[in-house]
């Protein structure tokens, strides 16, 4: 099978990309030809005037159109596009060329770009959702802009989520629910397991530093804690960095350090060194791929209840969950988990079944499952 994957790459790089490239090695390792479209913001987004060229394009980019038509003159017809990312450069004007091509399309939704349209924007959960640039108002105007053309959603023959919780929100939003697929992400981390014994007395953050990921929440809570609290290593970066530092040198917090952007192979050796992952997320987390990763390693995680996160918690009985957006409830849990190093060990033995749950094999029959349905029903339309 012939797979064209298109994305748009944001400025910091995150999970998205992680799972994109996941699928595609997976593809090819079982014979299918795999070619990826990528824009990144980086390359394209450089001042203002391009900010004013992005936002004019929002709901309708004709560079987009230029780029698929300058591909498809050098390169053969897809058997099917899988995209991951349409914002904010491609636009949904790529729905609308593929359907005109005859090509069948298959969305991943890694977000709720899709829906914020509809959301009341005085609803006091709105920020559940994702803020764009940390703006509720901001989030709002653009999002009215990128679902201008949302009729073109009609083209999509499947669309792709994570979990039930993303999913349902979504048919509750208007989706086809003959549509809505469920692909839990797989896992590529190499299985490894580090005896409790020999793991370091530490606690770690892996993410975006962003206000919806809770990193604030989560100092808040070593604060309360003080100087009795454990090590807690913060690996990422993101816009909210220079004010977590500064939280950190006022509040004396010597037993919180940051490690900054680090690599794949590198986050793999802190999850088997490391004793508990946090995931204090403020909003709904459409999956939490650090989790299944760090639970294949056989490190436990804490949560917060929301979203998602109680869905991959609760179900699979290796971790617990605290309050989100509250410092209180997050410290309360935690330092009584830690204290209770026996309860944390026997965690740490259920998660690295993980593996199993999140196997290849799983994930590439349903992803074939899709491909094959979109295939199918394309023809038929034609």
């Known amino acids: 099978m012939k797979i064209l994957q298109i994305h748009n790459e944001y400025f910091i790089r995150g999970g998205e990309e992680i799972v994109l490239n996941n699928e595609r090695n997976l593809l090819r390792k079982k014979g299918h030809k795999v070619k990826q479209l990528i824009r990144k913001n980086k390359e394209e987004i450089s001042s203002i005037f391009n900010w004013f060229s992005v936002l004019k394009n929002l709901s309708y980019s004709k560079k987009s159109i230029e780029i698929l038509e300058n591909y498809f003159k050098k390169n053969e017809t897809p058997d099917i596009v899988h995209i991951h990312n349409i914002f904010p450069l491609w636009s949904y004007s790529v729905f609308k060329f593929f359907n005109e091509k005859k090509i069948p399309i298959v969305l991943s939704v890694h977000n709720y770009r899709l829906i914020l349209g509809k959301i009341n924007f005085f609803d006091d959960n709105f920020y559940k959702y994702g803020f764009f640039k940390n703006s509720k108002i901001l989030t709002y105007i653009v999002l009215r802009l990128f679902n201008k053309n949302k009729k073109f ?153 929301i979203g998602t996160l109680p869905e991959l918690i609760k179900n699979y009985r290796h971790g617990f969950l605290f309050k989100a957006k509250n410092e209180h409830s997050l410290f309360k849990n935690v330092q009584k988990a830690w204290r209770n190093k026996n309860y944390l060990k026997k965690l740490s033995y259920r998660a690295k079944k993980t593996n199993k749950l999140f196997s290849d094999r799983d994930n590439y029959k349903k992803l074939m499952t899709i491909y094959n349905k979109a295939i199918q029903n394309n023809k038929i339309q034609k």
């Not at 009609?154 to 549509?179: A, E, L, M, P, V």
Request: aromatic share 12%; proline share 4%.
């Open 153 to 305: 959603l009609k083209f999509i023959s499947n669309f792709i989520f994570c979990t039930d919780f993303h999913r349902n929100i979504h048919r509750k939003h208007g989706f086809d629910k003959k549509k809505l697929s469920v692909k839990p992400h797989s896992l590529q981390m190499k299985k490894r397991y580090i005896k409790w014994a020999k793991r370091d007395e530490k606690v770690i953050f892996v993410g975006r530093l962003s206000s919806e990921k809770g990193p604030h929440t989560l100092m808040k809570a070593w604060k309360i804690w003080g100087e009795n609290a454990p090590n807690l290593e913060i690996i990422g970066n993101g816009e909210d960095e220079i004010n977590l530092r500064n939280y950190k040198k006022d509040h004396l917090l010597n037993n919180i350090t940051f490690s900054g952007n680090v690599s794949y192979t590198q986050v793999e050796k802190k999850f088997e060194k490391s004793k508990l992952l946090i995931i204090p997320s403020e909003w709904y987390e459409p999956f939490g791929l650090v989790i299944i990763e760090a639970l294949s390693k056989g490190t436990p995680v804490a949560a917060s209840d």
